[in-house]
């Protein structure tokens, strides 16, 4: 629950009371008449009135994959929170269909979930542009790589884009806060918008968040609080959890992602720009600060693939840096006998260096991250599943010893 002090230093929306009464208003009525008021204020007013509705959380359930209901009280809490998170999503997207009907403010809401077209587009190198993944998700894809993922987008009535992201819980809000940042230079160059409008949803009280503070410093974000959800789910624990019918809703203002007129990008030509940049920089000794405000490196590209290592390049990162998968160190028969592939990569805008490691006989690779006392550790897999997958698998073998060394170096302001 917020506090009054709170919201009076910083321009948030949440609980004040556990419980209000919601003001209905008919289409043509009060909230018709303020037509020109902007979305997010209209979305503030009235999201921050949403009370617990038994049929709004039926209706969410059917963006739910089959089986997942009856997780919603799973006494396995990870499973629990997994399912929530998912329902919670829904029942936001839910919950903006009906007050949509109430206002001009909002002109269009994307499909998703259980709305979105049941055969998404397969994976490939090449695409660019906004998708649908399998559970009706909503992703930006560059040259098949997943750039973003974004859990709402919603036209107003400009025919301006903003976006919403949907939390239940306060970790990583710090992942959060680049992520959104991320998001907005990629859909004002997408939809040519100077700005980019976003609201952030929460079912936990993040309002006092250093992270929340500094979005609602500016005009053009917004963040909502809601009761948890613990008090929206507990309407359905007195009915019986079977799987709901997936029909799509028939909402005239339902508009599908793959209709929006983006302007087109190739990302791939802003990669290769980035990668020739780095290896300038790298050619000519240039310091980490130096590279990175290289303005010819598009802030779009997220990742610069650098490689494959040739051979003599992967016993010198054997040798000179190290590499740890979980409690093993490799060394050069090791890595020879056991993986395929090592890729080196940079994560932008950190300028962080990544290798990528490709076992045998397995469709994934091994993210491998910088270990403060020096060397690459095991950070996660990235499964054959993912547009990534098919980048990684493309790269040739190209960087030679002397380039991958100058490259860290960049990375590690080892340089003049």
């Not at 949440?14 to 204020?41: C, F, S």
């Not at 949509?100 to 055969?119: L, M, N, W």
């Not at 010819?296 to 003599?312: H, T, Y």
Request: glycine residues 6%.
């Amino acid at each position: 629950m917020h506090n009054k002090n709170t919201e009076e230093k910083i321009p948030v929306h949440g609980r004040q009371k556990r419980y209000q009464v919601r003001r209905k208003v008919p289409p043509g009525g009060l909230l018709d008449n303020r037509r020109n008021k902007a979305v997010l204020d209209w979305i503030k007013d009235n999201c921050a009135k949403f009370e617990p509705s038994r049929a709004l959380a039926i209706r969410a359930l059917r963006h739910l994959k089959k089986g997942d209901n009856q997780k919603l009280f799973s006494e396995d809490i990870m499973e629990m929170r997994t399912v929530e998170g998912y329902w919670y999503e829904a029942l936001i997207y839910e919950l903006l269909l009906d007050i949509a009907a109430e206002t001009g403010s909002i002109k269009k809401i994307v499909k998703k979930g259980a709305d979105a077209p049941r055969r998404p587009v397969r994976l490939a190198l090449g695409q660019n542009g906004i998708y649908y993944a399998e559970k009706g998700d909503i992703r930006v894809r560059g040259n098949g790589q997943d750039l973003a993922e974004v859990d709402l987008l919603l036209i107003d009535e400009n025919n301006k884009v903003s976006f919403a992201e949907i939390v239940t819980s306060p970790a990583d809000l710090k992942d959060l806060e680049a992520e959104i940042k991320y998001k907005k230079k990629l859909f004002g160059y997408l939809f040519r918008q100077d700005t980019v409008e976003f609201i952030l949803f929460s079912s936990v009280d993040i309002s006092n968040t250093q992270v929340v503070r500094r979005l609602c410093r500016e005009r053009e974000n917004a963040y909502v609080g809601t009761h948890s959800c613990e008090d929206l789910k507990a309407s359905l624990r007195s009915i019986r959890l079977a799987p709901f019918p997936t029909k799509t809703a028939n909402n005239p203002k339902l508009i599908s992602a793959l209709s929006l007129r983006s302007r087109p990008f190739d990302y791939r030509h802003f990669h290769d720009i980035a990668l020739s940049r780095l290896n300038l920089a790298a050619s000519i000794q240039a310091t980490h600060q130096e590279t990175l405000a290289d303005p010819e490196i598009s802030p779009l590209v997220k990742k610069i693939i650098c490689g494959a290592l040739v051979p003599s390049a992967q016993k010198a990162l054997i040798h000179d840096y190290g590499l740890r998968v979980k409690s093993s160190i490799l060394d050069y028969n090791d890595l020879m006998q056991n993986y395929s592939k090592a890729i080196l990569a940079v994560d932008l805008p950190e300028l962080s260096p990544v290798i990528y490691l490709k076992p045998k006989k397995k469709r994934m690779y091994y993210k491998m991250v910088p270990e403060k006392s020096g060397g690459f550790k095991f950070e996660r897999l990235t499964p054959g599943r993912v547009g990534f997958y098919l980048w990684l698998e493309s790269t040739k073998p190209a960087i030679e010893t002397g380039s991958m060394k100058d490259m860290l170096n960049v990375c590690n302001g080892e340089q003049r």
